[in-house]
């Protein structure tokens, strides 16, 4: 009996630190990535993204789809052909710029 309420005892320790447990190892996870965001976005530091491949056969919508990362985190700036393609095609839409 004695034995049975020890180990009912540590049971129900265990249940109780384990909210505790798991809160902190999902913020021992969690913190190193948050910080490395951080830092990497104030210092400015992004990784080099290789040059998509001309992609001219999809629509704008499956162009869209087809992304996977953001044009604000890319280091290099569109090239100079790319610029001229983009501010025709807007000249195009929306009209000459005021």
């Known amino acids: 009996m004695a034995v049975a309420l020890l ?3 540590a049971v129900v320790r265990l249940a109780s ?3 505790a447990l798991l809160i902190a ?3 021992a996870f969690v913190l190193p990535g948050f910080a490395f965001d951080v830092v990497t976005m104030k210092l400015g530091l992004r990784p080099r993204v ?3 491949a ?3 056969d999809l629509d704008a ?3 869209i789809r087809s992304r996977r990362s953001c044009r604000s985190f890319q280091r290099q700036d569109l090239a100079d052909a790319d610029r001229a393609e983009l501010c025709a095609w807007r ?3 929306c ?3 005021r």
């Open 7 to 9: 180990l009912l005892s």
């Open 17 to 19: 630190t384990l909210p």
């Open 25 to 27: 190892a999902l913020g």
């Open 50 to 52: 290789a040059r998509p």
């Open 54 to 56: 001309r992609r001219a």
């Open 61 to 63: 919508f499956d162009l």
């Open 91 to 93: 000249t195009n839409t």
């Open 95 to 97: 009209g000459p710029p």
